[in-house]
């Protein structure tokens, strides 16, 4: 055998070597890549399944807030969410949800507050409506007496 045919072979099995750990280097990365794609997959999976169970959970809420027919067999709504869970909520759709899905809890949110707001003004305009109600059956009452 030649110096050059040794050189090449010597420089034959040095690529190939490289090629080897170049090879096992890329796989490495992309089962790196591949498990980290399945645990934010799993994240953003568990993420939307606490933003339908909280949507879900306030809808209920409105539906079952200030119903116009009601009986005592009736849910009540269910209980308002601590800041526990509104904050760990807030704290996955910030870190694993998409914009678009933080678009829209966004305007959830809004609708809520204006569903808020409008229940209280419901409920005041009830209570004055009510006190109007008795002290005006109370002014009859009174003044059928004077008259009597």
Same mark, same amino acid.
């Given at each position: ?10 420089? /034959?099995? &040095?690529?190939?070597?490289? $090629?080897? =750990? %170049? ?7 992309? *089962? ?51 800041? /526990?869970? &509104?904050?760990?909520?807030? $704290?996955? =759709? %910030? ?7 933080? *678009? ?45």
């Amino acid at each position: 055998m030649t110096i050059d045919s040794r050189i090449a072979a010597l420089f /034959g099995a &040095l690529i190939g070597a490289a $090629a080897a =750990i %170049g090879a096992r280097f890329l796989a490495a990365r992309h *089962d790196r890549e591949q498990a980290k794609t399945a645990r934010q997959q799993q994240r953003m999976e568990r993420t939307y399944e606490d933003v339908m169970t909280t949507v879900n959970r306030l809808v209920l809420g409105v539906e079952r807030t200030e119903r116009m027919l009601t009986s005592e067999a009736d849910p009540k709504p269910p209980a308002r969410l601590t800041d /526990g869970e &509104l904050n760990l909520l807030n $704290a996955r =759709i %910030g870190l694993y949800g998409s914009d678009r899905v933080r *678009d829209l809890l966004a305007e959830f949110r809004d609708a809520q507050r204006r569903f808020i707001v409008a229940v209280g003004t419901h409920q005041d305009l009830k209570r004055t409506a009510t006190t109007g109600r008795v002290e005006a059956s109370q002014k009859v009452e009174q003044d059928t007496k004077s008259r009597v």
